[in-house]
């Protein structure tokens, strides 16, 4: 609906819809979620790490949330109401693997993915607004780079298991949760981190998934939209910010100012980070939550980029890049090691780029084919 050439009709229906999902994540929030993060696909990924056991104990948070499962499988279920349940992969595996270890911990030094950011916007966070310029620039060059030959490449037709691994897998995982066999609290527990009751979270994020699913919306491709004339998804961005800060303003939750939960006031680091979590999400294609809601539709490619944010989180608890959040102990801040972390991901992003772009321009001057190209770039 966002990503189509639709009536204004369409496109005002597809933006009030977001509008309704901004009002959603606030609602999380209200019914116990961490502060400003009803939905963020980053930090939700790293706590799976936690559940499975991937983090070292101690050094992340363990709590499966049915989120996960709400956003791929409401994706899935309206692909097959509609009947367009349709494989797909492609190739560039191992890059879409190492984008999302690179966005998990760009994510988690800004605590946040730039889902959570128009969340933290939203909820008038005025650490969002240093690092919003980042988003922008940081997509902004990752268009330059598509205009000078970089793509991630486009997904086939596949063999049907490979687009019903994401959705069987997250099914599994939804599964073991009920059964209480993953690592953190289990359905009916009250403690551990933050999270809002299962049934509502489930619910709530299936609806997501399905609405998500239906416009094609993105928080990376509205910031695209800003700058190649395509205004509708920015347009949906910013009632998804207004519907948000509505719903927390009526709940009587607003926090406004630099003391927002979760958040840190680092400013430089902030930019720096969001500008590396702007750029490595499109390059990949799309942010976490796109990512989740792709995998739903039957995306392999989409599975592989879930996947490294899972290690990817995972990683950033065990060698402590995960940023402190401000509170009673401190302003908060990025580590030592989370700084040197985001420099590096910014490098070899820029790096990857190159690589790519001159991977294509040698396979198009010596007439390879489509499927040689794939397998020279891995």
């Known amino acids: 609906m966002l990503r189509t050439d639709s009536s204004p009709s369409v496109r005002l229906r597809a933006v009030l819809l977001i509008g309704f999902l ?38 992340g948070p363990a709590i499966f949330r049915p989120e996960l499962a709400g956003l791929v499988l409401g994706a899935t279920l309206l692909t097959l109401l509609r009947r367009r349940f349709v494989a797909r992969s492609g190739s560039y595996a191992a890059l879409r693997f190492a984008l999302g ?11 946040g993915c730039p889902f959570r950011l ?16 980042g988003l922008l620039l940081g997509v902004r060059v990752a268009m330059r780079f598509e205009a ?6 486009t997904t086939a ?3 049907a298991p490979v687009g019903l691994a994401g959705p069987i897998g997250i099914a599994l995982l939804l599964g073991l949760f009920f059964k209480d066999m993953l690592f953190g609290p289990g359905p009916e527990s009250t403690g551990g ?24 919306f993105c928080a990376v491709s509205a910031v695209r939209g800003a700058f190649n004339g395509r205004r509708a998804m920015t347009v949906a961005a910013l009632v998804f910010v207004l519907g948000y800060g ?55 490619d989409a599975f592989i980029t879930v996947s490294g944010l899972v290690v990817g989180g995972a990683l950033a608890h065990n060698f ?17 090691s989370g700084r040197i972390a985001v420099v590096a991901a910014i490098v070899l992003l820029f790096l990857a780029a190159a690589w790519v772009t001159a991977a294509r321009r040698r396979a198009a001057s010596t007439g390879e084919s489509a499927q040689d190209r794939a397998k020279a770039i891995g």
Not at 27 to 38: F, Y
Not at 148 to 153: C, D, F, M, P, V
Not at 204 to 209: D, E, F, K, L, M
Not at 324 to 335: I, L, S
């Open 22 to 59: 901004g009002a959603g994540a606030a609602a999380l929030v209200v019914l116990g979620n961490p502060g400003n993060m009803g939905l963020c696909g980053a930090c939700f990924l790293r706590d799976l790490a936690g559940a499975l056991g991937f983090s070292t104990e101690g050094k």
């Open 101 to 111: 270890i690179g966005m998990a911990i760009l994510a988690l030094v800004f605590l």
């Open 118 to 133: 128009l969340q933290r916007l939203g909820g008038g966070d005025l650490n969002a607004w240093f690092a919003l310029p």
């Open 148 to 153: 000078q030959g970089y793509a991630i490449g």
């Open 157 to 159: 037709p596949a063999p």
């Open 193 to 216: 981190p933050p999270h809002a009751p299962w049934a509502a979270a489930l619910s709530v994020s299936t609806a997501a998934g399905l609405v998500l699913s239906a416009t094609g």
């Open 246 to 300: 509505l719903t927390l303003f009526l709940a009587g939750k607003p926090n406004p100012g630099f003391l927002s939960p979760i958040a840190h006031s680092d400013h430089l680091w902030n930019f720096a980070a969001v500008f590396g979590l702007g750029l490595a999400g499109a390059m990949a294609g799309g942010c976490p939550i796109r990512q989740l809601v792709m995998t739903g539709e039957g995306n392999g």
């Open 320 to 336: 402590g890049l995960v940023s402190r959040a401000a509170g009673p102990a401190g302003p908060g801040g990025p580590t030592e």
